[in-house]
């Protein structure tokens, strides 16, 4: 059965680093483009990175750009989100998501994110 797991949010300082973790498993891994998403309280889910099934071409929110990156280790099933700079605006549940053309997509169960003094 396919699980997408999440880990590394927590509560950070403005200005500070968080990395944030997801693992695959169940699935073939290089046959999915994976994507981080993030839902504020209130708001709907939006997109803040993704990367290619391949590690070759990503794709950057505008409100993250130049801060967040986004990487993926196909040995070891995982993607990477590492945040830097944040902002208490980034404050958020975080999600995980796969998605292949053929093989449909999938979320993880989320992981929250607090920039806060």
């Known amino acids: 059965q396919e699980q997408l797991v999440e880990s590394g949010g927590g509560l950070v300082e403005p200005g500070g680093s968080l990395s944030l973790s997801c693992t695959a498993s169940g699935i073939i891994f290089i046959n999915y483009n994976m994507a981080w998403y993030r839902q504020r309280p209130g708001g709907q889910r939006e997109v803040v990175a993704s990367?290619?099934?391949?590690?070759?071409?990503?794709y950057y929110a505008d409100s993250v750009k130049g801060r967040f990156a986004i990487s993926r280790d196909s040995a070891k099933n995982t993607v990477v989100l590492q945040m830097n700079n944040l902002k208490p605006e980034d404050t958020a549940v975080y999600y995980c998501?796969?998605?292949?053309?053929?093989?449909?997509?999938?979320w993880g169960q989320g992981t929250q994110v607090t920039v806060s003094s």
């Open positions: 998501k796969a998605d292949s053309a053929l093989w449909g997509h999938f």
């Open positions: 990367i290619n099934s391949s590690g070759n071409s990503r």
